[in-house]
């Protein structure tokens, strides 16, 4: 299959998505919170619309969605697609401030297009999405006002877990926490015990939150983990290898732990603490677009640049 | 006659570029300047095959650029500079090209070593970063060799990584750390008997697990700062398993040249691009 696309002149070679430049909107990086630019914080918010605040974060019920499988756009190739994707939701904050409104209209309107994100992931056949919700190096920012946002955005967590499992089960969209949830509320980490367990038999789209996560932590514990097993006598230093370790990572919740393609949003060119070992081989798109404003199109263009890629894993491609 | 007047027109040439670069780089230096920058130098082949040129000779041209490059950072004051010569993965390439390699490896390593190289011109101290046991003998012995012969210098470092992948180096520091905290452990208790002394089980305990300085410790890499740019070039926007750990929040740029065709505008591009995000990057490598 892969030989004979190679042969096709698709649609998308016409349109060469290389490395685009960061072009910086109008506000200086320094008036924007830097607590909050490089990780996603706008996935869950959850409640009525009447504040006109708040609103439903994940997929509205679609009695007719079973008639989108498999619909994807002309411009990608339904046959390579990714089976992981990963996105690092930047951005939202910095969408607000342009507009002059408050933080929180920001993370509802990042709230949207997590939504569209995660409709289309079921509908295009992506098995695994992963979104960086928080880092753990968020934590040790000391200025009161981030810690008053972390808060708000836990009892936001919070109450969209209370109110959309119903309709995870009915998107049969599995439900995975990576990160340490011991520094979350009490009640947060009942619900997302909770919604793990509820989802845990869904096959459709495994959605993975990562919350207070850090790849190096995640590196680290496994490291542990695998001394530990030393200091027990069930394995010697010298029989640890990458298998071993890759099966410690957080990441062993999903059969696909690496992602095939990172999306990040406004234009920031980094990795930010995410992922690390699992981003060995992993194409890296960096979107111009803020989060709020990420829709299908810049998602087809983010999957059009990925399917144009050619991986050798540092072999060549035949000649 | 005139081949004097042309080597004097081409010397006084060659003058007034270098005073401008050297202009440039001072306006540069107002900004910050980074200290440690990466290269992957993807691209060689690509470059021979656009080129007609003869096998191997891609990265001849790529070993030009990185001479070329090495002069830019010195002038700049940029202190470490590492390249991603050979990956462990690369060993899967047919055997003719992974030989053709070694040999200018070991060819450039020999040349390095020469009075009138660049490494003693520019005092540049050489580290060579990977799991070497995987080269040949000759290869591994003339990277010794190097090693030692550059021990002194200390203008600016060059971290040349060969039969490396970040994973591998991972893998290595856990097995390392490991072994290390075993020992450790066991020397504890081994004065603990011999003074028939009772240090505690929760002390020991303490002393089980491995922490974040314990791997940072034994990577290959521990021998220099985290870097501020890694430069992959031909436009490929992919890690491919180098320095995954290290640039967890280090600015990424990927220009579209290929290797031999990166020169000064694109560090310069770099540099600029890094100086526009650097004060935010400090402010959080302070709080972290």
């Known amino acids: 299959m892969a030989a004979m696309q190679s042969f096709q002149i698709h649609p998308s070679t016409l349109k060469h998505q290389r490395f685009p430049h960061a072009t910086r909107n109008k506000l200086s990086p320094n008036t ?155 009640p947060l980490q009942v619900l997302l015990r909770e919604a ?69 949003t406004s234009g920031e060119l980094r990795i930010s603490n995410f992922f690390l070992w699992q981003l060995a081989y992993t194409k890296l798109y960096f979107a111009n677009s803020l989060w709020p404003d990420f829709g299908e199109d810049e998602f087809v263009e983010a999957l059009s640049s990925f399917q144009q890629r050619q991986r050798r894993y540092g072999g060549r491609s035949g000649s | 006659m005139d081949n004097k007047k042309e080597n004097l027109a081409g010397r006084l040439f060659g003058s007034f570029i270098r005073y401008m670069r050297r202009f440039l780089f001072r306006v540069l230096s107002v900004g910050p300047i980074p200290n440690h920058l990466a ?23 790529g070993f030009l650029s ?97 039969a490396y992948t970040s994973t591998d180096e991972i893998v290595h520091a856990a097995q390392e750390s490991c072994n290390n905290k075993r020992h450790e452990i066991q020397s504890v208790m081994k004065m603990n008997d011999a003074q028939n002394g009772d240090i505690g089980k929760k002390k020991l305990g303490e002393n089980y697990v491995i922490k974040l300085a314990d791997i940072e410790r034994n990577m290959y890499m521990g021998v220099a700062p985290d870097p501020d740019i890694l430069i992959r070039s031909s436009g490929e926007t992919r890690l491919s398993n180098f320095l995954l750990w290290q640039t967890s929040n280090c600015l990424l740029y990927s220009p579209k040249a290929l290797w031999p065709e990166v020169g000064l505008c694109h560090l310069v591009w770099a540099v600029l691009n890094f100086q526009r995000v650097h004060t935010e990057l400090e402010k959080r490598r302070k709080q972290l």
Not at chain 1, 98 to 114: D, I, K, N, Q, T
Not at chain 1, 223 to 246: R, S, T, W, Y
Not at chain 2, 87 to 110: A, G, H, T
Request: with cysteine.
């Open chain 2, 66 to 162: 990185l001479m070329s490059l090495m002069k830019y950072c010195y002038e700049l004051g940029v202190k470490y500079v590492t390249i991603y010569a050979f990956s462990i993965d690369n060993f899967k390439r047919r055997p003719e090209e992974v030989q053709s390699v070694m040999d200018l490896m070991l060819e450039k390593i020999e040349g390095l070593l020469k009075e009138e190289s660049i490494v003693n011109q520019y005092g540049v101290r050489v580290y060579f970063i990977g799991n070497l046991n995987l080269l040949s003998e000759t290869v591994r012995l003339a990277t010794e060799k190097a090693m030692k012969a550059t021990s002194n210098n200390d203008k600016i470092i060059l971290l040349v990584c060969m």
């Open chain 1, 32 to 186: 924007c919170c830097p607590l909050f630019s490089f990780v996603s914080k706008a996935t869950i918010l959850s409640g009525p619309r009447g504040n006109g605040v708040l609103v439903n974060c994940l997929p509205p019920v679609d009695n007719h969605a079973d008639e989108d499988l498999g619909s994807v756009p002309p411009d990608l190739w339904k046959d390579s697609m990714p089976i992981h994707v990963a996105v690092i939701m930047d951005g939202n904050r910095r969408w607000a401030q342009m507009r002059g409104l408050p933080s929180v209209s920001g993370y509802e309107a990042g709230a949207h297009a997590f939504r569209t994100v995660v409709d289309l992931c079921c509908k295009w056949r992506i098995t695994v999405l992963t979104v960086f919700v928080f880092s753990s190096d968020n934590w040790t920012r000391p200025k009161v006002q981030h810690l008053v946002e972390i808060d708000f955005i836990m009892e936001l967590l919070e109450r969209a877990l209370r109110d959309e499992l119903q309709q995870l089960m009915r998107k049969n969209v599995r439900v995975s926490l990576i990160g340490d949830s011991t520094r979350l509320p009490k």
């Open chain 2, 39 to 61: 290269f992957i130098l993807d691209g060689n082949r690509r470059y021979a095959r656009k080129w007609d040129l003869g096998e191997g000779m891609g990265h001849r041209a």
């Open chain 1, 196 to 264: 793990e367990e509820t989802t845990k038999n869904n096959s459709q789209l495994h959605l993975i939150f990562a919350l207070n996560y850090s790849g190096q932590n995640d590196i680290l514990q496994a490291c542990q983990n695998m001394a530990l097993k030393v200091k027990d006598g069930h394995i010697e230093p010298e029989d640890i290898n990458k298998f071993l370790l890759e099966k410690e990572l957080e990441t062993n919740c999903t059969e696909f732990p690496n992602p095939d393609l990172l999306i990040r």
